[in-house]
């Protein structure tokens, strides 16, 4: 099992930055692919970003490709997803998840954060 804890959501002005963390637990993440999600009331889930726990290419959604950055800390089994610019759009609750390689589906989610971009 895989526990994912997502922090560091809140309110932003249109064009300030926000970081926020994701810290899982429960077993090595060698392995797995892990994945920023976000949901907007009333939108699809959308996937913004995902990043192989040990060596890959980043993928980024293109609403967000050249503003959001994901990255990790093995060190300290963390995620991070660093949003600048960021946009009223982008005001959404977002998630992390897990999904072991060569699989397609994310299996293990955390609990969501908001983030809620005034403009």
């Known amino acids: 099992q895989v526990q994912l804890v997502e922090s560091g959501g809140g309110l932003v002005q249109a064009g300030g930055s926000l970081r926020l963390s994701c810290v899982a637990s429960?077993?090595?993440?060698?392995?797995?692919?892990i994945g920023w999600f976000r949901q907007a009331p009333g939108k699809e889930r959308e996937r913004v970003a995902s990043v192989p726990w040990t060596t890959g290419t980043p993928y980024y959604a293109d609403s967000v490709k050249g503003r959001f950055t994901i990255s990790r800390d093995n060190a300290k089994n963390t995620v991070y997803l660093q949003m600048s610019s960021l946009k009223s759009e982008d005001t959404a609750v977002y998630f992390c998840?897990?999904?072991?390689?060569?699989?397609?589906?994310?299996?293990?989610w955390g609990q969501g954060t908001q983030v809620t971009v005034s403009s």
């Open positions: 998840a897990a999904r072991r390689l060569m699989t397609a589906e994310y299996n293990y």
């Open positions: 429960g077993r090595t993440l060698s392995g797995y692919v």
